[in-house]
T-cell receptor, first 114, second 111 residues
Framework: ETGVTQSPTHLIKTRGQQVTLRCSSQ?????VSWYQQALGQGPQFIFQ???????GRGNFPPRFSGLQFPNYSSELNVNALELDDSALYLC?????????????FGPGTRLLVL | GESVGLHLPTLSVQEGDNSIINCAYS??????FIWYKQESGKGPQFIID?????DKRQGQRVTVLLNKTVKHLSLQIAATQPGDSAVYFC??????????FGAGTRLTVKP
């Protein structure tokens, strides 16, 4: 176990709704990265937060947004849900925001959009 | 190799044999690489990493080889066990904090 926790474990939403996913990082880690993993594919980088600031973003539209809190936990918000947003959403924590750090993943939140 | 949707490359080995999983990465400027193992219903689990100033690194029962000339990474698992059955991903730090994952290889270990 990595010590990274995510909630909820599963979620069902309908198209057009909004969703908030949560992640608690491993103790001592100040960086959280979010990934989307579609069925049968590798994780795709959404964005990273380091000390409460966005520290890099992948090719995702602005309706994907995030927050990091002073305790380094994080939220991923997705507005105007689309069917293609159905996926496993993973967060990963790392110690210090460097590109050469190991990222430790949580178990993920499985989102289904109907 | 590349895969589309559910058609992951697969590797089937006999218990006790050695496994070799290959990965082609895309950015010649990437300088950090990781292998992850993902079991069904779980998040990716760190196995081993390697920096671009190395061409080989060994862990417990695993070895990663890096060939920067052809942008190729491999993971060798010695004495493969049924518990090694999973999907294996290579990842590169493609651009700053964008960790770019490959398509994955499904390893099945036959008893």
């Amino acid at each position: 176990e990595t010590g990274v926790t995510q909630s909820p474990t599963h979620l069902i939403k309908t198209r057009g709704q909004q969703v908030t996913l949560r992640c608690s990082s491993q103790s001592g880690h100040n960086t959280v990265s979010w990934y989307q993993q579609a069925l049968g594919q590798g994780p795709q980088f959404i964005f990273q937060y380091y000390r409460e600031e966005e520290n890099g973003r992948g090719n995702f539209p602005p309706r994907f947004s995030g927050l990091q809190f002073p305790n380094y936990s994080s939220e991923l918000n997705v507005n105007a849900l689309e069917l293609d947003d159905s996926a496993l959403y993973l967060c990963a924590s790392s110690p210090g925001g460097s590109p050469q750090e190991t990222q430790y993943f949580g178990p993920g939140t499985r989102l289904l959009v109907l | 190799g590349e895969s589309v949707g559910l058609h992951l490359p697969t590797l089937s080995v006999q218990e006790g044999d050695n496994s070799i999983i290959n990965c082609a990465y895309s950015n010649s400027a990437s300088d950090y690489f990781i292998w992850y193992k993902q079991e069904s219903g779980k998040g990716p689990q760190f196995i081993i990493d390697i920096r671009s100033n190395m061409d080989k690194r060994q862990g417990q029962r695993v070895t990663v080889l890096l060939n920067k000339t052809v942008k190729h990474l491999s993971l060798q698992i010695a004495a493969t066990q049924p518990g090694d059955s999973a999907v294996y991903f290579c990842a590169e730090n493609f651009n700053n904090n964008d960790m770019r994952f490959g398509a994955g290889t499904r390893l099945t270990v036959k008893p």
